[in-house]
């Protein structure tokens, strides 16, 4: 089925996304912030977050919130900072009905709540979110992909799951939408520490042994406030961990080796210029986590470095020195 959609954010992702659903036989329009920027965009059909990739000219372009009037999907993929501000802006002008997707990664701050409870707060709509390991630069250049589609209703799920999916971006759907969000904003603090890893040069052994326990830290939380298990170890969670913490295209890795190296965490998110959320979700995270007893000792220590100035070259001492205990609080075969 065929529908009218619109992209609310014209960054890299929100754009990736945007082409594809064209290709998908959608008639698609990409929202920016700024007239400049969707000026820009319309003039050049090239956006600087997707190098050597020709936007198509079907696209359209536009900064009127009133857009998603008539809209079949709207699809949010703002910065998590601006979400609430930006379905506040949307809200008037959407048609009752209308299913509103997030594909934004991240935790508000202050609050503790995911994307999907602001958007549905701001906007009353029925919300879906999707996630995964995803790299927008991959995804313009139709490099095979997979994804999970997360809603309450299987029927809100199929109709996202239908509208994305193709022969290069293939979705799955679940119904853990509290797994899929916490997976997805909370493994952006453990790919900033992983790039971490190899700022300082810390090697293959430091890196496994950080993604692994990291991965662990991720789910207790995301148990303890209602997802499940499965999701931790689906896309959402495993798959988006070890994508986000291996590659180059990754914001989060690449602010992380640059403080690796000993730049100071502003002079690291200048230099990457743009969003990194892992440095937003790292405080959302700790608040959430001392809120309801969870332990997580990579997650503690990426705060005290990001926002009360740790020397990041005595972390990997002070993690490696806790106490011993065993690896998982679930049974073993011993009597």
């Not at 050597?52 to 999907?73: H, K, R, Y």
């Not at 906007?123 to 139709?142: D, F, I, M, Q, Y």
């Not at 909370?186 to 890893?197: E, Q, S, T, Y």
Request: hydrophobic letters at 45%; one cysteine or more; glycine letters at 10%.
């Amino acid at each position: 089925m065929n529908m009218k959609i619109a992209v609310i954010g014209s960054g890299g992702w929100g754009t990736a996304l945007a082409c594809m659903l064209l290709e998908n036989g959608h008639e698609v329009s990409l929202w920016s912030y700024t007239q400049a920027e969707s000026d820009g965009l319309k003039q050049n059909h090239k956006n600087p977050f997707l190098p050597g990739i020709d936007l198509p000219q079907e696209l359209e372009f536009t900064s009127n919130p009133a857009v998603v009037q008539g809209m079949d999907l709207v699809v949010m993929a703002t910065p998590s900072f601006a979400i609430r501000t930006t379905a506040r802006a949307i809200a008037p002008h959407l048609e009752p009905g209308c299913v509103v997707v997030s594909v934004t990664k991240g935790i508000e701050a202050g609050t503790g709540k995911r994307m999907s409870q602001i958007i549905a707060e701001e906007t009353g709509a029925k919300v879906a979110v999707l996630s995964g390991p995803s790299h927008a630069e991959e995804v313009s250049r139709g490099i095979p992909t997979g994804v999970v589609v997360a809603a309450e209703e299987q029927a809100t799920a199929e109709l996202v799951q239908d509208a994305f999916m193709n022969d290069r971006f293939r979705v799955y759907t679940s119904p853990d939408m509290v797994g899929t969000e916490l997976a997805a904003a909370l493994k952006n603090v453990i790919a900033l520490c992983a790039g971490v890893c190899d700022g300082l040069g810390l090697g293959d052994n430091s890196k496994a042994l950080l993604i692994t326990r990291g991965l662990s830290e991720i789910a207790r939380l995301g148990l303890a406030l209602g997802g499940s298990k499965e999701t931790f170890l689906g896309l959402a969670g495993v798959g988006d961990l070890i994508v986000t913490c291996t590659s180059m295209h990754s914001r989060n890795c690449r602010a992380g080796i640059l403080i690796g190296k000993g730049k100071s965490v502003k002079d690291a998110m200048d230099e990457v210029g743009a969003v990194v959320e892992g440095y937003y979700a790292a405080e959302s995270a700790v608040q959430l986590a001392r809120k309801h007893g969870v332990e997580m000792p990579i997650v503690e220590q990426a705060y005290a470095v990001l926002y009360e100035g740790l020397n990041v070259k005595v972390v990997p001492e002070m993690l490696m020195s806790r106490a011993r205990r065993v690896e998982y609080d679930g049974k073993t075969n011993w009597n």
